[in-house]
């Protein structure tokens, strides 16, 4: 690979919550060499949501001025199990698991990335093979007190809640991802900023330059609250169809209008126009509801191709306007305990319409698909029997009767 390509460093930096050391960026351009770009993806669920394509966009612009992508699959560091942000320990996942998401979210990076810039490494391949004396030297780099000062451990810790020493093991495991591939920059969302750090102590610790921590802000998921996460149920993925896409994205709550456009379309094309519809928001010179539809449109667009959020917005006008369905719909989650049976991710429809308070019970609630009483999104369901997939029933409405609806998330 020759030089990089100039590239309009205001570019590479628009977006970022944070990068350390300040002008640490700058100097590793002026090498005039290709720089190793990482960034470390656990494989703990089977989407790649637009929270994660934040940060995967971020790595496309510095391929795109000929930097090196450095695209870590965390096979191993999954099984450990990542605390950031988290209140609790995370579950254990199995290898068989993690491998099975891992090849499930390869191809849809592609979508992001540049496959033939990409260098792809399984953390397994280094981290495997440690044994205890190297286990021991890579817990000798650091102190308790310095785990501490990360705020979920800190928090944790006052509260009196677990910390295991497992989980403390993880901002090292990730260290050492920067130690094998030579990493001149890594990636991630803010709530890695401690990880990253660490990983410049353990390079330095062995011998190498530190990288440069380049952080993304957190994209909120759909519910307005926590960060978009596929565990919560909260997240819109870049393979969703685009109905369903559209649908999710024209539901967020007001306030997450600019934000939205900020981290999912214009940090990485034109930053002056989040700047001007975030301005126009809180002024009251622009309307929501049409703000809000048009980020939808554009975010379809984006992973669909052109012209495809537009088709979108009106199949969901047919629905919900020539359908009588009411734009403000109460939501209801999906519990796994209403799973049928006979099939574990796969839900009987008579159940999850007396679950979700829309009949009296299971007997009801037959009798109501049997006479023609119970319509999915508009369409009549006439079979009692009928049982959905998890997927085919998120994001759509229930309705029963004339005026009764439900959304199931």
């Known amino acids: 690979m020759g030089a990089p390509a100039p590239a309009d460093l205001s570019v590479l930096l628009a977006g970022p919550a944070d990068v350390v050391p300040e002008g640490g960026l ?10 190793r770009v990482k960034l470390g993806l656990d494989p703990t669920a089977s ?7 934040v ?15 450095v695209l870590i699959v965390g096979d191993f560091t999954a099984r450990v199990g990542d605390p950031s942000g988290r209140s609790e ?5 199995s290898k068989e698991v993690v491998r099975g998401y891992a090849e499930r979210l390869l191809d849809q990076f592609w979508l ?8 792809v490494r399984y953390n397994a391949e280094w981290l495997e093979p440690m044994d205890m004396e190297a286990v021991l030297r890579l817990t000798a780099s650091t102190t308790v007190a310095r785990m501490l000062e990360r705020d979920d451990f800190a928090a944790r810790y006052a509260e009196g809640r677990p910390i295991s020493i497992m989980e403390f093991l993880y901002p090292l495991l990730q260290g050492m991802d920067s130690v094998a591939v030579a990493a001149d920059v890594e990636l991630g969302g803010s709530d890695q900023r401690f990880n990253l750090l660490m990983a410049r102590d353990i390079q ?5 330059e530190p990288q440069v921590a380049l952080t993304m802000p957190l994209l909120v998921g759909t519910d307005g609250v926590q960060k978009m996460s596929q565990s919560v149920g909260n997240y819109v993925g870049i393979t969703e169809g685009p109905d369903d896409m559209f649908g999710k994205l024209v539901r967020v709550p007001d306030e997450l209008i600019a934000g939205y456009r900020r981290l999912t379309l214009d940090f990485f094309r034109d930053p002056a126009e989040a700047e001007r519809v975030a301005a126009g928001l809180a002024d009251g010179s622009l309307d929501p509801w049409e703000e809000k539809r048009r980020m ?8 669909h191709g052109e012209g495809a959020g537009k088709a979108a917005e009106e199949r969901f006008d047919l629905i919900h306007r020539e359908r009588e369905i009411p734009e403000a719909v109460e939501e209801v989650a999906l519990s796994e305990e209403w799973a049928a049976e006979d099939g574990p991710g796969r839900y009987w429809l008579p ?55 439900v959304r199931i998330v």
């Open 26 to 35: 700058e100097e590793k351009l002026a090498l005039g060499r290709p720089l």
């Open 47 to 53: 989407d790649v949501t637009l929270g994660w394509a």
């Open 55 to 69: 940060v995967l966009r971020k790595l496309r612009q510095f391929q795109d001025a000929g930097h090196m992508a």
């Open 89 to 93: 320990t995370r579950p254990r996942l």
């Open 112 to 119: 992001i990335l540049d496959r033939e810039r990409t260098e």
């Open 204 to 208: 330095r610790e062995h011998g190498l």
């Open 296 to 303: 939808a449109r554009e975010v379809v667009d984006l992973y």
């Open 351 to 405: 159940r999850v319409l007396s679950e979700a308070g829309l009949a009296a019970s299971r007997g009801a609630a037959r009798r109501l698909i049997e006479q023609g009483g119970v319509r999915l999104d508009g369409e009549l369901v006439t079979d009692p029997e009928v049982e959905f997939e998890a997927a085919e029933l998120r994001g759509k409405v229930l309705q029963v009767g004339r005026r009764r609806f």
